[in-house]
């Protein structure tokens, strides 16, 4: 990333392999001194189609002169947040890549892997472990250890907070630790979960939602309730897809969860684009990539990042060739007289923060293993790659189709988007809903591929004849 004063900020991601192979060094280290870490990487693996270097939240070094040096010609930095007392922690701010803690005094060069899972005790009860858990119940940070020969394995829970204290001093003085916080944080849930999402008018929902978002962070305040707001997302899309339901329970069965996740792709009208992203903005969310793909393209999108949870959201819309220049994240654009594919799929099936619910989620994965195994025991077909490259793979499951109210449809056919022929297939068959995004990333790359992105978008449009959806399949 870089910027300049007074600027935005230009995103241009860079791949580091020295730091991968750090980190993977580190990795094959925890497998020879924990049997139980290297057992849990076949399985992830072989059960769950997942990598284990994509899972590891962290790791504690043994410090040397010569391991910092190493750590800081890869890319790495200090960070501002310490591990214990006098640890210090080295993050990439430029790649996708686990924190590595450095320890004083001697010992194994990996003194401990922890990976990061949605929920501990569902972590220790798949693996019948028995092992204490450290930290309060939906507090801000548990884990479990596994003793091993050498190192140590743990599985970490993170709930809106980045260090590694499970009693933290800074959020108790905020009132983060006090006793009604597990409750209040149940409450927040809840509120997001039982929210109204049909709406007869868009616009109407947008001012409820607004209201929620606000009732959520009054309870909770702004980082954990975008915690509860996101885990409440995920489970709606979840609902709403086969291939998602199906591979989080392969997950679930090791205890992990959504863990893996890497982003949120919400599809959003013209209209209420600036008024979704400052829903975002009020969690806590950071703009990041700003996309007009091109002339032709038909869409844009704004890449947002949370900088406590680490969420990041893929929000997108349709774009006409002159607005290359629009700051569509910030002024309301009105409907073009025909939609492009984004319009239209909010057309059939509402806005992603109302009704619709997330198009996507991408979650990382062995790339070649999900698709296979997902096709092999599950019946379930991968699209084309649009992005095919080592450093960035990317397809989508085929798409869950959606039947379409006829309310939606009639609107459209009125407003001259489709013909009396879609029209009727709409009702006929539906039209094409959500997907699960297999995506494997490498030497930490944290960037879109604006073309491939292109691509995938136009291969998805709900106009297109669902024969010609199908031949697209792998």
């Not at 960070?79 to 010992?107: E, K």
């Not at 790339?367 to 997902?374: G, V």
Request: with cysteine.
């Amino acid at each position: 990333m870089n910027a300049t004063e007074g600027a935005t900020p230009t995103f241009a991601w860079q791949r580091y392999p020295g730091a991968e192979a750090l980190l993977e060094r580190f990795v094959g280290l925890a497998f020879d001194g924990n049997s139980f870490a290297a057992d849990l990487a076949r399985r992830m693996r072989e059960e769950t189609s997942t990598r284990f270097l994509d899972w590891v939240d962290h790791f504690v070094v043994t410090g040397s002169p010569e391991r910092e040096a190493a750590l800081l010609e890869a890319g790495f930095t200090r960070d501002n947040c310490g591990y214990d007392g006098d640890t210090p922690v080295f993050v990439h701010l430029g790649g996708l890549f686990a924190r590595v803690a450095m320890a004083q005094g001697s010992g194994p060069e990996v003194r401990e892997v922890a990976i990061k899972v949605e929920s501990v005790a569902d972590f220790v009860r798949a693996h019948d472990l028995g092992t204490e858990l450290i930290g309060p119940a939906l507090g801000p940070y548990r884990l479990t250890r596994v003793k091993g020969a050498n190192t140590s394995f743990a599985a970490v829970e993170r709930r809106a907070y980045r260090g590694f204290d499970s009693y933290p001093g800074d959020l108790a003085r905020e009132g983060r630790m006090a006793p009604h916080v597990p409750r209040d944080t149940v409450a927040a849930r809840e509120l997001w979960q039982t929210r109204k999402r049909h709406f007869h008018d868009d616009d109407q929902g947008m001012t409820y939602t607004e209201a929620r978002v606000g009732d959520v962070i009054d309870l909770v305040g702004r980082d954990l309730a975008c915690h509860v707001i996101f885990e409440a997302e995920r489970d709606y899309w979840e609902s709403r897809n086969r291939a998602a339901s199906v591979q989080k329970a392969r997950q679930d069965r090791l205890g992990l969860g959504w863990a893996n996740h890497d982003h949120h792709t919400f599809r959003c009208s013209r209209r209420l684009f600036p008024r979704i992203i400052t829903v975002f903005e009020r969690l806590g969310f950071d703009l990041r990539e700003h996309f007009h793909a091109g002339h032709h393209a038909g869409w844009g999108a704004q890449v947002l990042e949370h900088p406590i949870t680490g969420i990041v959201i893929f929000a997108d819309l349709d774009l006409a060739p002159e607005e290359a220049t629009a700051n569509f994240s910030r002024t309301a654009l009105p409907d073009l007289p025909r939609p492009n594919t984004v319009g239209l799929w909010v057309g059939l099936h509402g806005e992603s923060i109302l009704e619709a619910g997330m198009h996507h989620l991408e979650a990382q994965f062995d790339f070649d293993a999900l698709r296979d195994d997902l096709q092999a025991k599950e019946g379930i077909a991968t699209m084309k790659p649009f992005s095919d490259f080592p450093f960035l793979r990317q397809a989508f499951t085929e798409a869950e189709r959606w039947p379409v109210a006829k309310q939606r449809a009639d609107r459209l056919l009125a407003a001259g988007w489709i013909d009396a022929e879609q029209h009727a297939r709409f009702l006929a068959e539906g039209a094409l809903g959500s997907h699960l995004e297999n995506l494997q990333r490498r030497e930490g790359y944290k960037g879109f591929n604006q073309q491939a992105v292109s691509a995938i978008i136009a291969a998805t449009d709900p106009r297109l004849d669902p024969r010609t959806t199908i031949g697209s399949i792998a």
